[in-house]
């Protein structure tokens, strides 16, 4: 069954989703929505980072237009992952529903594995992974909002150990792309401008930036290896 | 701040929605016509470099330890290391993703205990 093996392979990524979806809901009730808001934004939006954007961006009192602006700003790499995945994914008419769950690490997941798996399994397979990455999403927010201190009380080394299991997973994800001495280049160099970037503080620029740095390597490295440097596959 | 709120909820949701879905619609017509036309049904060339790019750099994000210190970054490295070889011998997900967290988290608890934080 496609769907049992997507919700038993994007199960790690619980590990990175629960954790943070806690900290979401507490720190969205701290800065005065309620419960129930802080529940509906976490399943209707489903994004990670711009969630946090918006309930600080509330919370500093900016004005409505600008919160908009800019959250939907910091989704806006979204864009590359539907077209990116399509040559795998069969027609449906869910997909209106099931886009919803295309989030980074969906995203990253399946654009390893769908290739892999026969075409008939692949639409249950996204189903299962996309549900139950955003059921541990809104359920984690839930229980951050109704008992985020209690659970930080209880198991304060919970939530700074658990999210290692998003870098974890896309080490694995990554790891079969090191094909040739181009794809090695970009990618590194990818990896270390995000993290450059990151430790400077642009974390949410980083992603696209460092992708964009990344795809320029890319093409240089293989002009080069075009026009007179050594073969590359 | 209510009717505000519900707005810029509705707003920021259907936006992403619509960033989601409309591309992956559209590439999947185009996909569609291509093969009518007898062609080879193929995504644009910058779009197949650009998807594992983008998850390195999610890669290269999500390295950076939330907390600073050299015990977070010892961690990081120790469970990114066990995490790779993991791989290396199963070839799975689930069990590089274990030994990856395993590691880093031993790192930060021995961390913890020998500075007594």
Redesign the interface.
């Known amino acids: 069954m496609g769907w049992r093996t997507g919700a038993?392979?994007a199960?790690?990524l619980l590990?990175?989703y629960i954790p943070v979806a806690i900290s979401f809901g507490m720190v969205a009730v701290q800065a005065?929505f309620s419960v129930w808001?802080t529940i509906?934004?976490s399943t209707?939006?489903?994004?990670g980072a711009?969630q946090f954007l918006?309930v600080a961006m509330?919370a500093a009192g900016a004005p409505?237009g600008l919160?908009?602006v800019m959250?939907?700003l910091i989704?806006?790499?979204?864009?590359?992952?539907?077209?990116?995945?399509?040559?795998w994914?069969p027609?449906s008419r869910w997909?209106?529903f099931l886009?919803?769950g295309?989030t980074?690490?969906i995203?990253?997941l399946a654009?390893?594995r769908l290739p892999q798996l026969p075409a008939e399994q692949r639409l249950g397979w996204y189903s299962g992974a996309m549900l139950l990455a955003w059921f541990s999403w809104v359920v984690g927010t839930a229980a951050g909002a109704i008992a985020g201190e209690e659970l930080s009380r209880h198991w304060p080394?919970l939530g700074?150990?658990?999210?290692?299991?998003?870098?974890?997973?896309?080490?694995?994800?990554?790891?079969p792309?090191f094909t040739s001495r181009t794809?090695s280049i970009?990618?590194g160099s990818?990896?270390?401008?995000?993290?450059l970037?990151?430790?400077y503080g642009f974390?949410n620029a980083?992603?696209?930036l460092?992708?964009a740095s990344?795809?320029l390597l890319?093409?240089l490295a293989k002009l080069h290896a075009r026009t007179g440097g050594r073969p590359d596959g | 701040?209510d009717n505000?709120?519900w707005?810029?909820?509705l707003?920021?949701?259907a936006?992403?929605?619509c960033?989601?879905?409309?591309?992956?619609?559209?590439?999947?017509r185009h996909?569609?016509k291509q093969k009518h036309k007898g062609g080879l049904?193929?995504?644009p060339g910058?779009?197949?470099?650009?998807?594992?790019?983008?998850?390195?750099?999610?890669?290269?994000?999500?390295?950076?330890p939330?907390?600073a210190g050299w015990s977070a970054w010892f961690?990081?490295l120790l469970?990114?290391l066990s995490?790779?070889m993991a791989?290396?011998w199963t070839k799975s997900?689930?069990w590089?993703?274990?030994?990856?967290?395993s590691s880093?988290?031993v790192v930060?608890?021995l961390a913890?205990i020998t500075t007594g934080s």
């Open positions: 038993r392979e199960t790690p590990g990175g005065g808001q509906l934004i209707l939006i489903y994004a711009s918006f509330v409505w919160v908009v959250t939907l989704n806006a790499r979204h864009v590359v992952y539907g077209p990116s995945i399509a040559p994914l027609k997909w209106l886009s919803h295309l980074d690490q995203f990253a654009l390893s080394l700074e150990i658990m999210p290692f299991a998003l870098p974890a997973l896309f080490l694995v994800l990554l790891a792309r794809w970009a990618l990818t990896i270390a401008v995000a993290m970037l990151t430790l974390t980083s992603i696209p460092a992708a990344g795809a890319f093409y | 701040m505000g709120f707005l810029a909820l707003l920021v949701s936006g992403t929605l960033m989601r879905f409309l591309p992956l619609r559209w590439m999947q996909l569609l049904a193929a995504i910058w779009l197949s470099v650009l998807g594992p790019l983008m998850i390195a750099a999610m890669l290269g994000v999500s390295l950076v939330a907390a961690a990081t469970g990114a995490a790779l791989w290396l997900l689930g590089p993703v274990l030994a990856g967290v880093y988290g930060i608890l913890r």
